[in-house]
């Protein structure tokens, strides 16, 4: 079992950055995938970012091009680069480790706050 910690939400004016952070008590290098997700109050959580084992990347098309998902095996950590904030980005950030299976181990979420 992994321990996922999510840091670095937060609140932002539109047009905006935040890195959001994603550290892990074991080696993420065993996981298929690892992922960042979000759900808004009302909405179903998303996928927003994945980035494979091998460094395979693949986004939501709302975040693509804004949004840059990258991991670093050594250190255990995954992070969500995120540009270019819109209000309707405002979401519970989550980050997941996945299995091939699908099943996942998620952390406990981070607040990001954008405003008009």
């Known amino acids: 079992q992994v321990h996922l910690v999510e840091s670095g939400g937060g609140l932002v004016q539109a047009g905006g950055s935040l890195r959001l952070s994603c550290a892990a008590s074991g080696s993420i290098f065993s996981f298929y995938a690892m992922d960042w997700h979000r759900q808004a109050p009302g909405k179903q959580r998303e996928l927003v970012a994945t980035i494979t084992r091998g460094g395979s990347t693949n986004y939501a098309d709302s975040v693509q091009g804004r949004f840059t998902i990258s991991r670093d095996n050594a250190k255990s950590t995954v992070d969500l680069q995120m540009n270019s904030l819109k209000p309707e980005d405002t979401a519970v950030y989550y980050c997941?480790?996945?299995?091939?299976?699908?099943?996942?181990?998620w952390g406990q979420g981070t607040q990001v706050t954008v405003s008009s």
């Open positions: 997941a480790a996945a299995f091939a299976t699908g099943f996942r181990y």
